[in-house]
């Protein structure tokens, strides 16, 4: 059962342009979420969070947006430099549990 | 940030000895270290929860006796892959927190081949 959803495994965007990464989940007690950037053969590295509380969360470039009553969290970045390719995973956790479900993952590719 | 490093980056065992995979969180006390593995083209699974000075807690479908976790001190949690196969070459993750709504961190990943 995949409580945290990333239904695009691959996603193309044009240097300079806004690249969207989309996540959904199942789980209602699932309360803080986050961002994380992976590159082949290294570990996860994070980006930015949100909180349940909060329906907005930007961080640089990077801005993260929740809609609680859809369970739907995206990861905007703009604009996308090529550097920024590499695989997003989205994270859940629920209260009082450090444990985190991940999405499986978004391979995102900036074109120059 | 908070450092977590894994150690070692990549190995090559034969099939049946046991490899050692080590992860230390280098500026901060974990009380708690989680362990994934992460096959080609996959997300990041979740294979156990290390517990300092108590057993790991283990997902539905990992073998306990196959996977030994220990995490002997704050600073410290081993995964040892036992009588190691084929199957079992993958991508294992470490990752330490610093408490529940804080990013976890994680270390730099071990690359096992089991030959």
């Known amino acids: 059962d995949q409580q945290v959803k990333q239904n695009s495994p691959s996603l193309s965007v044009q240097e300079g342009r806004i690249s969207i990464l989309n996540c959904d989940y199942t789980?209602?007690?699932?309360?803080?979420f986050l961002w994380y950037k992976k590159y082949p053969a290294e570990g996860p590295t994070f980006l930015i969070s949100?909180?349940?509380?909060?329906d907005k969360n930007e961080d640089g470039r990077f801005t993260v947006f929740l809609n609680k009553s859809a369970k739907h969290l995206s990861l905007h970045i703009v604009p996308s430099q090529p550097g920024d390719s590499a695989v997003y995973f989205c994270?859940?956790?629920?209260?009082?549990?450090?444990?985190?479900?991940f999405g499986t993952g978004t391979r995102l590719t900036i074109i120059p | 940030g908070a450092v977590v490093s894994q150690h070692p980056s990549w190995v090559i065992c034969k099939s049946g000895t046991s490899v050692k995979i080590e992860c230390r969180s280098l500026?901060?006390?974990?009380?708690?270290m989680f362990w994934y593995r992460q096959f080609p083209k996959q997300s990041l699974m979740l294979m156990a929860t290390?517990?300092?000075?108590?057993?790991?807690?283990?997902e539905q479908g990992v073998e306990k006796d196959k996977f030994l976790i220990n995490h002997a001190s704050l600073t410290l949690s081993t995964l040892t892959v036992t009588s190691a196969h084929p199957e079992d070459s993958s991508f294992y993750i470490c990752?330490?927190?610093?408490?529940?709504?804080?990013?976890?961190?994680f270390g730099q990943g071990t690359r096992l081949t089991v030959v």
């Open positions: 990752s330490a927190g610093r408490g529940r709504d804080t990013e976890a961190f």
């Open positions: 789980n209602s007690m699932f309360d803080y």
């Open positions: 949100i909180s349940s509380i909060k």
């Open positions: 994270a859940a956790m629920s209260y009082g549990n450090e444990k985190l479900t």
């Open positions: 500026d901060f006390q974990a009380t708690t």
């Open positions: 290390s517990n300092e000075g108590s057993k790991a807690t283990y």
